[in-house]
């Protein structure tokens, strides 16, 4: 798979506004996550030095937590519940159709930095069982159908962009 | 503040607000187990283990993270508490593999022994052990993370002790570990294998890399390290005589605390070399062969008495070591100046620029020299001059760099972005030799500012006015020519600066430098100007790189000053040591090593008794001086190691090691440190001082010490600055004992001179070399690496010592990290493998010392440092090419 580009000087510019303040690790970790949808590792050192952290406890928070992520993913990350009330109403046959249509399996994401599929251990919303979240949006009460008309709507999306 | 009282199980306590529950506690002698607790570290409350109960609400609380209150009725052992102290251990060992039978850490896991009180055997839980791979491949380390239990003391340890940052808590819950950037092994990330996270980790998960011993040692002792003048403060533990581990002494009110560093930790394995010295030799047809004890001694003292009389006492000269302890040194050049007459006696502190420390120890009349490394803390500003102290003396950078974490300004002046860069606040890259122009400048920006101590310069000084003058003749804008440095860099630095109490840390950047008398005027103006001396929130730090580089000074072995720094050249002090010894003291100025040198090449030199030093490899041109040597009558060489100056000598005497001795040394703050052996020396060998009791019978001497105590009480009797040395109460600080200290409080001096300012032109580019070379050391030699040299570990590790280079130039030169390369001086060559770094300027290179056989000597002139013709031992200028 070729490395994802990313755009250096939009990385600086913003680790570059965030210069010398210990305090807004979070906040920049949170920027970078957004605009370049993952945290290049390369940038941890850069992070680092300029908020008078050391790399690794830069790395440290990072791997803390689950929102960041130090692999690029894909414009669209796919979480499907793998929770208790989820496997009872049928989340295994969601999971399944979903590694069919998008190609991929747990962890992976296609060479153009479309997809990026994950499982989740509950998310929270199990009265809609069998759920997924597609980015910040929740899907509910799935069955195959639906699944393939909300990727539909993505894969729409991304022609148009 | 008000005292809290409270009661822990019955007992009333009072104990300042904020105390810990633990800490309360343990004042009264009562015992809570804990995990992640330590004294020097944050408290952080992660292992549970410390629980207690409040009888009054029933409340638990993790001890050592919870203050005291008012009315707490404290009990530590209630059966509550014991089950939930009992579930805890048992989920710690649940997640645990269960290899403590073969585990290095054996007795001394803290953990089974918390199980084995608390009577957890089988946990009846299901195991879930956690298997990481094991991590082994550095020499020093070995990382079994399985036995981890995320107590967190080696992550503080790393960050808020030794602030390396090489280790951090990575990934979360179950998978969480302690682990390097990008997960690498230790050895690829930042960590400088200080051992500090080692010594304190409570499991196996950290543990000893041995290759010839497994287990706990038989016996432990205390002792200071021989390696550094820091002088950390250690317990090594040995088995069947042999020092087999080291560990910090995690004594209060040590300099080193729980902080040690690779040499001290871990290159004490040069103990056990085979090249280690076990009985005396002499050389027969130029073979070194085994002689009795008597025999060596009474050939060496005949030899030397017959060669002062038939050539006179200044044929006969003496190298003491800035290694051995204060009672032999002074013992040393006692044989010297009152059974030979003459004080040609000198020790390795030559090399580590005496010259320019001379210029401390004669404008200030021997005061300021010394100050606590625990006043770094107190520093208002820090300014590291020419010194890279996480090389040469690393604990003490911990100290510079807690320091500027917590917010201190720190100003590094260095042409190389040395690992203290990345802590400074300004990083002043100058042009090598041009730091008498940068302090200069500096003092001037000072001065218009208005930004002087007036009450001190009145005070205690003189000259004042005539240095403004000079002050005010500087241009800046020359100043930032000569130096390379931006007017931006020199103004944020001199507001940096402005109105605080300075620290100076002064290295070999300075002191061994062309310029560096100059340099070291200049910066003493500026350190006397800001009112920086007698403050405990400035003041001046000399590194010391040996063991007892002030100790033999001290004692005075050296060919200008008499025991206690007295000026050899003042008739008064000559006397009160001519009394003392009951013998005439020769008022003539004695030979330096580099006169030594030189007077063996004339052949007016016949006869050299060295001690604990090693010339041949640590002075520049090793074969002028192997020859110079040669040429010798008679060289009589006392050593703990076959090295290179041996070979050649007549006589060899097997010493003691430092760990197989009694003795005291003096660390570079000026504390006496004494302490008693570890281990019996090795084979036939002795006590250095012992040999020189021994020898100083055979060559007449009447006086027979037999105990070192004899010797001490000397010492102590005759050295005010030691009066304490055979008290009971430990012998102190040299500083605060001395009586000629210039300075007190409320004291009188003479007044301190200012000297004039000094404009400096350095011109030093040459087209047949084009380079300037900075020589400097590397953490894992000490000096020129005779002896962490001879460390396994050291060579295991297989630092190369690369030369280091700017992009710029490897891209220019078509040179890649691993090429060889040649580099050349007027005065040799040497060859060896380069490393392209980012922090270094075109045109500079740098080349690690002490490897080799420390080669690196053989591209410097063999001058007397500071003397007005020498261009220095710092650096030099050479060329490169491709091999
Ligand atoms: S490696 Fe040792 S010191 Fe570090 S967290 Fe684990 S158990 Fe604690
Ligand atoms: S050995 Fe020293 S530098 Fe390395 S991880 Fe441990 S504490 Fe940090
Ligand atoms: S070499 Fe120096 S800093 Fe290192 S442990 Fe020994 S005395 Fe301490
Ligand atoms: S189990 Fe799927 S949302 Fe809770
Ligand atoms: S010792 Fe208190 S929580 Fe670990």
Redesign the interface.
């Given at each position: 798979m070729k490395p994802k580009e990313i755009d250096r000087e939009q990385l600086k510019a913003i680790i570059d506004r965030h210069r010398g303040k210990t305090w807004a690790l979070i906040p920049l970790l949170q920027e970078i996550q957004e605009t370049i949808g993952y945290i290049p590792?390369e940038s941890?050192?850069t992070v680092a030095?300029a908020l008078n952290?050391?790399?690794?406890?830069v790395?440290?928070v990072i791997?803390?937590y689950?929102g960041f992520s130090l692999e690029p993913k894909g414009k669209y990350v796919v979480r499907v519940c793998r929770g208790t009330a989820c496997h009872v109403k049928g989340g295994r046959s969601i999971l399944r159709l979903m590694r069919k249509e998008l190609g991929l399996d747990e962890g992976e994401t296609d060479p153009e930095y479309r997809f990026t599929l994950e499982t989740v251990a509950c998310l929270g919303a199990c009265f809609l069982a069998p759920t997924m979240m597609v980015n910040r949006n929740y899907y509910g009460k799935l069955n195959p159908n639906k699944v393939t008309s909300v990727l539909a709507q993505y894969r729409k999306k991304k022609g148009e962009s | 503040m008000e005292d809290i009282t409270l009661t822990i199980n019955g007992k009333n306590i009072s104990c300042p607000s904020g105390t810990s529950i633990l800490e309360a506690a343990k004042q009264k002698g009562i015992k809570i187990p804990t995990l992640c607790y330590h004294p020097d570290l944050e408290p952080f409350g992660a292992c549970r283990l410390c629980l207690v109960e409040d009888e009054k609400t029933g409340r638990l609380m993790a001890s050592c993270v919870t203050p005291v209150a008012p009315n707490m009725t404290i009990l530590t052992d209630s059966p509550t508490i014991k089950t939930h102290r009992t579930n805890i251990i048992r989920l710690m060992l649940a997640n645990h593999p269960e290899s403590c039978i073969v585990c290095s850490q054996g007795n001394r896991c803290e953990l089974r022994q918390i199980a084995a009180d608390l009577g957890v055997g089988e946990t009846d839980l299901y195991p879930m052990p956690h298997y990481t791979g094991l991590e082994a491949a550095n020499p020093f380390i070995v990382r079994d993370l399985s036995k981890c239990i995320l107590c967190g003391k080696c992550i503080r340890a790393d960050h808020e002790l030794v602030v390396a940052g090489a280790i951090d808590y990575n990934l979360r819950g179950f998978k969480s570990r302690p682990a390097t950037l990008y997960d690498m092994p230790l050895e690829r990330s930042v960590c400088t294998f200080c051992g500090t996270c080692l010594s304190m980790c409570p499991t196996g998960a950290l543990s000893l890399k041995n290759e010839q011993y497994v287990g706990s040692p038989q016996n432990e002792s205390k002792t200071i390290c021989g390696f550094c003048g820091v002088g950390c403060s250690i317990v090594m533990g040995s088995v069947d005589g042999r020092v087999v581990e080291v560990n910090p002494s995690h004594e209060q009110e040590t300099v080193n605390g729980s902080t040690l560093c690779v040499r001290g930790h871990f290159a004490h394995d040069f103990l056990n070399t085979k090249d280690r010295l076990t009985q005396p030799m002499m050389s027969h047809n130029g073979e070194l062969t085994p002689v009795s004890w008597d025999e060596a001694l009474d050939i060496a003292a005949k030899q030397l008495v017959d060669i002062k009389k038939k050539y006179g006492p200044q044929s006969v000269a003496f190298i003491g070591s800035s290694k051995c302890t204060n009672e032999e040194n002074y013992l040393f050049q006692k044989i010297a100046r009152v059974l030979f007459e003459t004080n040609n006696v000198d020790n390795g502190g030559y090399m580590s620029g005496r010259a320019v420390l001379n210029r401390v120890e004669k404008r200030m009349d021997g005061g300021y020299r010394i100050n606590p490394l625990s006043n770094i803390d107190k520093a208002e500003a820090i300014v590291l001059l020419g010194a890279d102290p996480g090389h040469s003396v690393p604990v003490m950078s911990y100290y510079v760099k807690r320091a500027s974490r917590k917010g201190t300004p720190l100003i590094v002046v260095d042409p190389k972005k040395t690992e203290m860069v990345p802590f400074s606040s300004v990083w002043l890259n100058l042009i090598p030799q041009s730091d008498s122009q940068l302090i200069n400048g500096l003092a001037a920006m000072l001065w218009k500012k208005n930004s002087f101590d007036a009450a001190f310069i009145d005070r205690f000084t003189e000259g004042f006015d005539v240095y403004c003058e000079g002050l005010k003749g500087l241009n800046i804008e020359t100043v930032c020519r000569d130096t390379g440095l931006t007017m931006g860099a020199m103004e944020k630095t001199a507001d940096l600066l402005a109105g605080k109490k300075i620290a100076f840390v002064c290295g070999n950047g300075i002191l061994k430098q062309r310029y560096g008398i100059h340099s070291m005027n200049a910066l003493l103006n500026l350190l006397l100007m800001t009112g920086s001396p007698g403050s405990e929130r400035g003041g001046l730090y000399i590194p010391a790189r040996e063991n007892n580089q002030v100790g033999a000074w001290d004692m005075g072995a050296v060919p200008d000053a008499l025991p206690g720094r007295r000026d050899l050249g003042i008739e008064s002090e000559r006397k009160d040591w001519e009394r003392a010894w009951q013998a005439k003291i020769s008022p003539d100025r004695g030979l330096d090593v580099i006169r030594m040198i030189e007077e063996a090449e004339k052949g007016s030199l016949k006869a050299l008794y060295i001690m604990g030093e090693n010339p041949l490899r640590s002075l520049p041109r090793p074969e002028r001086v192997r020859k110079s040597l040669e040429r010798l009558d008679f060289l009589v060489v006392q050593d703990i190691l076959l090295s290179e100056t041996c070979k050649i000598a007549n006589v060899v005497l097997p010493g003691a090691a430092f760990c197989e001795k009694a003795g005291s040394f003096t660390n570079m703050e000026g504390k006496i440190q004494p302490f008693e052996p570890v281990v019996a020396p090795l084979g036939e060998a002795k006590a250095d001082w012992e040999i020189l009791d021994l020898l100083a019978g055979k060559m007449g001497s009447t006086q027979h010490y037999g105990s070192l105590e004899k010797v001490k009480t000397e010492i102590a009797r005759f050295i005010p600055m030691y009066r304490d040395l055979d008290g009971h109460e430990g012998p102190g600080w040299v500083g605060n004992k001395g009586d000629r200290r210039l300075f007190n409080p409320d004291g009188e001096g003479t007044l301190i001179p200012f000297t004039p300012v000094v404009s400096i032109e350095h011109k030093d580019i040459n087209d047949e070399y084009p380079f300037t070379a900075i020589l400097g050391s590397q953490r894992f030699h000490l000096g020129s690496g005779t002896r962490t040299g001879q460390s396994d570990r050291i060579r295991d590790y297989g630092v190369k010592g690369e030369i280091e280079l700017s992009l710029e130039d490897g891209a220019r030169l078509n040179v890649q990290d691993g090429d060889s390369v040649r580099v050349e001086s007027e005065h040799g060559f040497i060859e060896r493998e380069i490393k392209l770094e980012k922090g270094l300027s075109e045109g500079f290179i740098f080349i690690p010392v002490a490897f080799n056989a420390n080669d690196a000597m053989n591209l410097i002139g063999l001058t007397r440092l500071g003397g007005p013709d020498s261009p220095g031992w710092q650096g030099c200028q050479v060329k490169i090419m491709k091999l």
């Open positions: 590792p941890i050192e030095e952290l050391f790399p690794s406890q790395q440290g791997t803390f689950a | -």
